[in-house]
Nanobody
Framework: QVQLVESGRGVVQAGGSLRLSCAAS????????MGWFRQAPGKEREFVAA???????DYADSVKGRFTISRDNAKRTMYLQMNSLNPEDTAVYFC???????????????????WGQGTQVTVSS
């Protein structure tokens, strides 16, 4: 069992940057593949970025080149650095964890076992 807590919510202007963090409880963070998803008002939750146990990354096309996912296993924390934000990035951002023996990334939310409560990101034009 792992508990995930996101932080870093905020309101930024278009073109600005924000960094989200996802802190995990438990001692086995390194055995989890991790991911970020987001849900905008009136829309379904969508994939943003994923990182494998060994640091392999994957991104949605809409954020590629602007967002960077990373993890620090010693701190049991995952990050999402978001640059060049635009109003279309406004959403609640969720972190997710999947306990796995494989060194893969996972882009489907159905794959994930644990979810954080979400943190709001608002980008003003």
């Amino acid at each position: 069992q792992v508990q995930l807590v996101e932080s870093g919510r905020g309101v930024v202007q278009a073109g600005g940057s924000l960094r989200l963090s996802c802190a995990a409880s438990g001692r086995t963070f390194s055995t989890y593949a991790m991911g970020w998803f987001r849900q905008a008002p009136g829309k379904e939750r969508e994939f943003v970025a994923a990182i494998s146990r060994t640091g392999i990354t994957d991104y949605a096309d809409s954020v590629k080149g602007r967002f960077t996912i990373s993890r620090d296993n010693a701190k049991r924390t995952m990050y999402l650095q978001m640059n060049s934000l635009n109003p279309e990035d406004t959403a609640v951002y969720f972190c997710a964890a999947k306990n796995t023996v494989y060194f893969l990334t996972y882009t489907s939310q159905k794959e994930y076992d644990y979810w954080g409560q979400g943190t709001q990101v608002t980008v003003s034009s």
